[in-house]
C-alpha cells in the first residue's frame, strides 16, 4: 500500500461512501458505521464533511446520487418539521440538527433552504440551553456554519 497518491486514496474513500450508503428502508440515503444498513447523523455527516473536502479541494467526483438520496431519503426521514433527529426525527436534536446542516452544505442546499432556516432558528432561540455543554453538537455547527452558503445568483 506504500507510494499510493493521496489522491487515489480520496478516491477510494468516496467510492466507498458511494457504494456504503444506506440504501432501503429509513437508513436510505444516509451513512451508519458499517456499510449500507443502518444511519445516524453523526456518521453522515463524517461521510460528508470527507466528500466535501475530496470534491472541493481536490476535485475527486462524488457520484450525483450520494447526494439525492441523502437529501431526498435521510434529511427527509430525519427532519420532524423544526430540526433534525439523530437516528430519526425526534432523537437527540442538538447534535442532529447542526450534523444534518453538515449535511445539506454537501448536498449543495443553501441557507435559504427551508429546513435549513427553521433548524438555524431552532439553534438560535435554544442555544442557551445547550451551547458548550455539548461539545459534539457545537463542533459539528462549527463546521456547519463555516460551510454555509447563500443560493448562489
Known sequence: MKDRYYLDILRDMVDAF???QGDSGSARGGWRYNWGNEADSSACQWAAIGMI???DNFGVWVPDFCKSENNNYW?????NGTTFGYQGGASYIEAGTPSALVQMAFDDL???DSRWRTAEDYIA??????SGTYYYATYALVKSMRLAQPEPW
Open 53 to 55: 473536502g475530496a470534491e
Open 75 to 79: 434529511l427527509r426521514y430525519s427532519y
Open 18 to 20: 458511494a457504494w456504503g
Open 125 to 130: 432561540t435554544h442555544w442557551s440551553t445547550w
Open 110 to 112: 443553501y441557507t435559504s
